[in-house]
């Protein structure tokens, strides 16, 4: 079967989705429509309308847009029901109901950034750089009752050097992405006849070209939603782990400590930190405290010191953190708040 004649509707809503919806836009793959998140309120008084980055590529390119509130109204199962999509492609959007994920023949596939069954969950792309992987990637596989458990259909490995960040990553992932998503319907329009589809037996096609998620002898790593209380730097561990950490969360959300005076009972202050560098310089103090040398900051981890590079004072712009010494008197005086001081 072609891959023209495949009646396809899209979910996303980031623009890690746009990035995939754009490739089969431009290569000639029959997206007949797009669902997306309904537009989020934004302002300070919450009084603007602002579309998903999905939604605004859609409408540039003359597809038709739903925004359920709820997954399961029957006003929208109804009108997706009227595109008579054969396939559904999902990338980074949210939860399906059954009576969605198995409306279409050809079933519904979703484009994971991970190498399931590794990192289920909704941040895959930083827990795998805040635990210090080597190598993620991404998977297509077909939803099923359970969140990211369904049959693999491809996978593709991505490597993460030591000092990228999660917008590396990201970067990287959203690109691959787009593209094990066009293989994957590929994969799919090469397994059907070339006309009549009378009599074909898609269930079994769908299960000849994928595999079940392989558990055997693996200790599996979640990656749950990160919330602001999860990027808080616990200074008492290794200066690797702290490494890691920062960049896993680097650019955004950025991770962030409370700066304290020791001498006095001056309110702390949050700083973001959104780079850091490791080094094989011993720790020489209790943990979180800092060592200013040659205009260059370090803190004290539980093993080494790791410098400091790139910080940002809440309520200011970004700094290096020769800016931020320049800015900041009696630096001696202060600590990083290790996570298990009340």
């Known amino acids: 079967m072609k891959k023209e004649n495949i ?3 899209f979910m996303g809503t980031p623009e ?18 797009v669902v997306t998140q309904p537009d ?3 302002g300070r008084h919450q009084d603007k309308l602002q579309p998903s980055a999905v939604k605004q590529y859609a409408l540039e390119h003359d597809l038709p847009v739903l ?7 029957a006003n929208f199962i109804e009108e997706l029901r009227s595109y008579h999509a054969d396939l559904q492609v999902v990338v980074a959007f949210r939860m399906l109901p059954e009576v969605v994920w198995a409306m279409p023949r050809l079933g519904t596939f979703n484009v994971h950034a991970a190498l399931l069954p590794q990192y289920r969950g909704a941040a895959p792309i930083n827990w795998a750089v805040i635990n210090g992987e080597t190598e993620t990637g991404v998977t297509t596989f077909f939803l099923d009752k359970d969140i990211d458990t369904g049959r693999i259909i491809m996978q593709k490995p991505f490597a993460i050097p030591d000092t990228a960040d999660v917008e590396y990553v990201y970067d990287g992932l959203m690109h691959l992405g787009a593209d094990i998503a066009r ?5 799919i329009a090469s397994k059907l006849p070339e006309e009549d589809l009378t009599g074909v037996d898609f269930p079994h096609i769908l299960e000849e070209i994928s595999v079940p998620q392989d558990y ?22 290794s200066a690797k782990t702290v490494y890691d950490f920062v960049r896993g969360l680097s650019p955004y959300p950025g991770t962030w400590s409370e700066l304290y005076n020791e001498n006095s009972n001056i309110k702390p202050v949050v700083i973001k930190i959104f780079k850091t560098a490791k080094t094989e310089q011993s720790a020489v103090d209790a943990v979180g405290t800092l060592v200013v040398r040659k205009n260059q900051l370090y803190v004290n981890t539980s093993d080494y010191l790791l410098e400091l590079l790139e910080l940002q004072v809440s309520g200011k712009k970004r700094m290096d953190a020769r800016a931020f010494l320049n800015g900041f008197k009696d630096i001696d005086s202060y600590r990083f708040k290790p996570v298990d001081i009340k």
């Not at 890690?16 to 429509?33: I, M, T």
């Not at 925004?67 to 109204?73: A, L, N, V």
């Not at 293989?183 to 994969?187: A, V």
Request: charged share 30%; net charge neutral; hydrophobic share 40%.
């Open 183 to 187: 293989q994957t319907i590929d994969l």
């Open 216 to 237: 055997e002898d693996k200790v599996l790593h979640a990656a749950p939603k990160i919330f602001k209380e999860t990027c808080v730097i616990n200074w008492n561990q």
């Open 67 to 73: 925004q359920p509130e709820k997954m399961k109204d």
């Open 7 to 9: 009646r396809i509707v």
């Open 40 to 42: 989020k309120p934004v």
């Open 16 to 33: 890690f989705a746009v990035e995939s919806l754009k490739s089969l836009v431009e290569n000639g793959y029959n997206v007949v429509a």
